[in-house]
Protein backbone atom coordinates (compact mmCIF):
# COMPACT_ATOMS: atom_id res chain seq x y z
CA UNK A 1 0.00 0.00 0.00
CA UNK A 2 2.85 2.34 0.83
CA UNK A 3 4.68 1.52 -2.60
CA UNK A 4 1.19 2.42 -4.54
CA UNK A 5 0.91 5.86 -2.68
CA UNK A 6 4.28 6.94 -2.96
CA UNK A 7 3.73 5.89 -6.85
CA UNK A 8 0.47 7.93 -7.16
CA UNK A 9 1.78 11.06 -5.22
CA UNK A 10 5.52 10.86 -7.11
CA UNK A 11 3.43 10.39 -10.28
CA UNK A 12 1.33 13.74 -9.41
CA UNK A 13 4.27 15.45 -9.06
CA UNK A 14 5.72 14.62 -12.01
CA UNK A 15 2.54 15.78 -13.46
CA UNK A 16 2.33 19.01 -11.99
CA UNK A 17 5.88 19.79 -12.66
CA UNK A 18 5.47 19.19 -16.35
CA UNK A 19 2.32 20.88 -16.50
CA UNK A 20 4.45 24.31 -14.94
CA UNK A 21 7.56 24.04 -17.19
CA UNK A 22 5.42 23.21 -20.37
CA UNK A 23 2.84 26.32 -19.76
CA UNK A 24 5.92 28.26 -18.41
CA UNK A 25 8.26 27.32 -20.95
CA UNK A 26 8.64 30.40 -23.80
CA UNK A 27 10.47 29.62 -26.35
CA UNK A 28 13.52 32.54 -25.88
CA UNK A 29 16.02 33.22 -28.90
CA UNK A 30 19.53 32.48 -27.55
CA UNK A 31 22.69 33.34 -29.87
CA UNK A 32 24.98 30.67 -31.03
CA UNK A 33 27.66 31.88 -28.46
CA UNK A 34 24.50 31.24 -25.26
CA UNK A 35 24.05 27.51 -26.77
CA UNK A 36 28.08 27.10 -26.78
CA UNK A 37 28.43 28.60 -23.44
CA UNK A 38 25.62 25.83 -22.27
CA UNK A 39 27.01 23.32 -23.91
CA UNK A 40 30.68 24.04 -22.59
CA UNK A 41 29.29 24.29 -18.81
CA UNK A 42 27.56 21.25 -19.14
CA UNK A 43 29.81 18.98 -20.27
CA UNK A 44 32.82 20.95 -17.83
CA UNK A 45 30.47 20.03 -14.88
CA UNK A 46 30.13 16.72 -15.67
CA UNK A 47 34.08 16.46 -16.07
CA UNK A 48 34.72 17.73 -13.05
CA UNK A 49 32.08 15.85 -11.14
CA UNK A 50 33.52 12.59 -12.82
CA UNK A 51 36.70 13.70 -12.63
CA UNK A 52 35.88 13.89 -8.45
CA UNK A 53 34.02 10.29 -8.58
CA UNK A 54 37.52 8.99 -9.87
CA UNK A 55 39.79 10.37 -7.35
CA UNK A 56 37.15 9.41 -4.28
CA UNK A 57 37.53 5.92 -5.13
CA UNK A 58 41.31 5.76 -6.94
CA UNK A 59 42.05 7.25 -2.87
CA UNK A 60 39.44 4.43 -1.65
CA UNK A 61 41.30 1.87 -2.98
CA UNK A 62 44.59 2.88 -3.05
CA UNK A 63 44.38 2.96 1.24
CA UNK A 64 44.40 6.92 1.57
CA UNK A 65 41.24 7.05 2.90
CA UNK A 66 42.52 4.36 5.93
CA UNK A 67 43.00 5.59 9.21
CA UNK A 68 46.76 6.76 10.55
CA UNK A 69 48.37 5.36 13.97
CA UNK A 70 50.59 7.54 15.63
CA UNK A 71 53.04 6.69 17.81
CA UNK A 72 52.58 8.71 21.10
CA UNK A 73 55.05 6.79 23.29
CA UNK A 74 57.58 9.02 25.01
CA UNK A 75 60.44 6.60 23.40
CA UNK A 76 59.29 7.47 20.18
CA UNK A 77 61.80 10.65 19.52
Given at each position: ?K ?5 I???G????V ?23 G ?17 S??K ?6 E ?6 S?
Amino acid sequence: MKAFLLTITLGGLLAVVLFGVLTGWDASAMSIHGWIALALGTFLSLAVGGGLMALVFYSARKGYDDRIEIDRSPDSD
